[in-house]
């Protein structure tokens, strides 16, 4: 049968290419005309490990007085990155003690940022991976070895290898979302040999990505992640120690309601959900699910659209339109089942390293305070029964 209700896709028009894919091109390291947020930045490591990032932001009367006509994009994106932190970094200075309220020095421009980019005022996964990191050398590709971050909370080597663990697979799916792109354009044309050589391209990158996660122990302990760099990115919703949210002072749309808001998770990188609608892999209804979906307001709209628009691509019986094409010719192209199989697995692969490193890195964990808890995750649900359950259901989309 000829697929309908098929756009053809391309990258480029959501802002996401086949060499780097969701990450942009290099970030912006410092912000023009901005000393006093520049500074913050800077200094937020160290003000943190004493303790007065709210003392120091307390003691400004403005930290970006007005956004300048003149940013771009990318300025944007530098100036959320370094609200983000700051903000999370006043919240959490003493984890047991969180701060209920924002001072509108920080809240103000930190709402108006957030909205031009059209997310919430939280920190973020776009922020704290996406648009965080800069090549050593700017001639050499983006790699484990040339990569650091470019705004830390306490700095150190389990921080920084967490996080750049997150860059370079989000590098590496580039290759792979326009694998799966050439795949779904290939079966809506009724093209097996486009299909096919599309899915060797993103079992290609799958492979690297499952590669790269695999690396996570080698310099970030799961003792020090839980109690010195996961404290930092929880937010204010579902969370027992600001269980009202948090007041953004002087943020007239808020109309001094406290907001709640999940915490930073890489629940909010757009890959996984990709592969899910790309490679048609289905997941029945449970409180993960209804997270999962509460995540996508955390990404950046241009990806946000991008995984509608995998989503909408269905055949003429409403099948997701890859995994239509496929199973509809599995009895006679049994390349293209194989190819398909591996895909699927890959994806399973990289769930269950995932399941173990919840298990190890937060589940496992000693919790000490209310506010790190160990049987949730950042986002603020309970999470092992049902990532398993998600990795189950990975592994029947190839028991046909």
Same mark, same amino acid.
């Given at each position: 049968?000829?697929?309908?209700?098929?756009?053809?896709?391309?990258?480029?028009?959501?802002?996401?290419?086949?060499?780097?894919?969701?990450?942009?091109?290099?970030?912006?390291?410092?912000?023009?005309?901005?000393?006093?947020?520049?500074?913050?930045?800077?200094?937020?490591?160290?003000?943190?490990?004493?303790?007065?990032?709210?003392?120091?932001?307390?003691?400004?009367? @403005?930290? &970006?007085?007005?956004?300048?006509?003149?940013? %771009? *994009?990318?300025?944007? $994106?530098?100036?959320? #990155?370094?609200?983000?932190?700051?903000?999370?970094?006043?919240?959490?200075?003493?984890?047991?003690?969180?701060?209920?309220?924002?001072?509108?020095?920080?809240?103000?421009?930190?709402?108006?940022?957030?909205?031009?980019?059209?997310?919430?005022?939280?920190?973020?996964?776009?922020?704290?991976?996406?648009?965080?990191?800069?090549?050593?050398?700017?001639?050499?590709?983006?790699?484990?070895?040339?990569?650091?971050?470019?705004?830390?909370?306490?700095?150190?080597?389990?921080?920084?290898?967490?996080?750049?663990?997150?860059?370079?697979?989000?590098?590496?799916?580039?290759?792979?979302?326009?694998?799966?792109?050439?795949?779904?354009?290939?079966?809506?044309?009724?093209?097996?040999?486009?299909?096919?050589?599309?899915? @060797?391209? &993103?079992?290609?990158?799958?492979?690297?990505? %499952? *590669?790269?996660?695999? $690396?996570?122990?080698? #310099?970030?302990?799961?003792?020090?992640?839980?109690?010195?760099?996961?404290?930092?990115?929880?937010?204010?919703?579902?969370?027992?120690?600001?269980?009202?949210?948090?007041?953004?002072?002087?943020?007239?749309?808020?109309?001094?309601?406290?907001?709640?808001?999940?915490?930073?998770?890489?629940?909010?990188?757009?890959?996984?959900?990709?592969?899910?609608?790309?490679?048609?892999?289905?997941?029945?209804?449970?409180?993960?699910?209804?997270?999962?979906?509460?995540?996508?307001?955390?990404?950046?709209?241009?990806?946000?659209?991008?995984?509608?628009?995998?989503?909408?691509?269905?055949?003429?019986?409403?099948?997701?339109?890859?995994?239509?094409?496929?199973?509809?010719?599995?009895?006679?192209?049994?390349?293209?089942?194989?190819?398909?199989?591996?895909?699927?697995?890959?994806?399973?692969?990289?769930?269950?390293?995932?399941?173990?490193?919840?298990?190890?890195?937060?589940?496992?964990?000693?919790?000490?305070?209310?506010?790190?808890?160990?049987?949730?995750?950042?986002?603020?649900?309970?999470?092992?029964?049902?990532?398993?359950?998600?990795?189950?259901?990975?592994?029947?989309?190839?028991?046909?």
């Amino acid at each position: 049968m000829r697929p309908t209700n098929v756009t053809p896709l391309n990258l480029s028009n959501y802002d996401i290419s086949p060499e780097q894919g969701f990450l942009p091109s290099d970030p912006l390291e410092q912000l023009p005309d901005s000393p006093m947020l520049n500074h913050l930045g800077h200094e937020l490591p160290k003000l943190l490990s004493a303790r007065m990032v709210r003392q120091f932001i307390d003691g400004q009367r @403005q930290l &970006l007085p007005s956004i300048p006509a003149t940013w %771009r *994009d990318q300025d944007y $994106r530098a100036a959320m #990155r370094i609200l983000s932190f700051a903000g999370h970094a006043y919240v959490w200075e003493v984890p047991d003690q969180p701060a209920a309220t924002l001072p509108s020095q920080l809240a103000q421009p930190w709402y108006d940022v957030a909205l031009k980019l059209g997310r919430p005022p939280v920190l973020s996964y776009a922020s704290y991976a996406l648009d965080n990191w800069r090549r050593l050398d700017p001639t050499k590709p983006i790699q484990l070895d040339n990569i650091v971050l470019l705004q830390n909370f306490l700095g150190g080597l389990d921080e920084e290898w967490f996080v750049v663990i997150h860059v370079q697979i989000e590098r590496q799916a580039g290759p792979g979302l326009a694998g799966l792109i050439r795949a779904i354009n290939g079966a809506a044309g009724d093209k097996p040999d486009e299909v096919l050589a599309g899915l @060797q391209s &993103l079992a290609a990158a799958q492979t690297a990505m %499952r *590669d790269t996660l695999l $690396r996570m122990k080698e #310099r970030c302990d799961p003792y020090m992640y839980y109690n010195r760099v996961r404290p930092y990115i929880h937010a204010w919703k579902n969370n027992p120690t600001l269980p009202h949210g948090l007041v953004y002072e002087g943020v007239g749309a808020y109309a001094g309601q406290p907001q709640q808001f999940r915490g930073e998770t890489g629940a909010q990188s757009s890959i996984v959900p990709c592969l899910d609608a790309g490679l048609g892999i289905s997941h029945a209804p449970d409180p993960l699910t209804v997270y999962l979906q509460e995540m996508r307001e955390y990404m950046p709209p241009q990806h946000q659209a991008f995984l509608r628009a995998i989503e909408q691509a269905t055949d003429e019986k409403g099948r997701p339109l890859l995994a239509g094409y496929i199973r509809d010719r599995k009895s006679h192209n049994s390349e293209l089942w194989n190819a398909y199989g591996t895909c699927v697995d890959l994806l399973a692969q990289f769930r269950d390293i995932h399941v173990g490193y919840a298990d190890s890195y937060i589940h496992r964990q000693h919790q000490i305070h209310a506010s790190n808890p160990s049987a949730v995750g950042t986002g603020g649900t309970p999470f092992m029964a049902y990532l398993q359950k998600h990795l189950d259901e990975t592994k029947r989309g190839i028991v046909d």
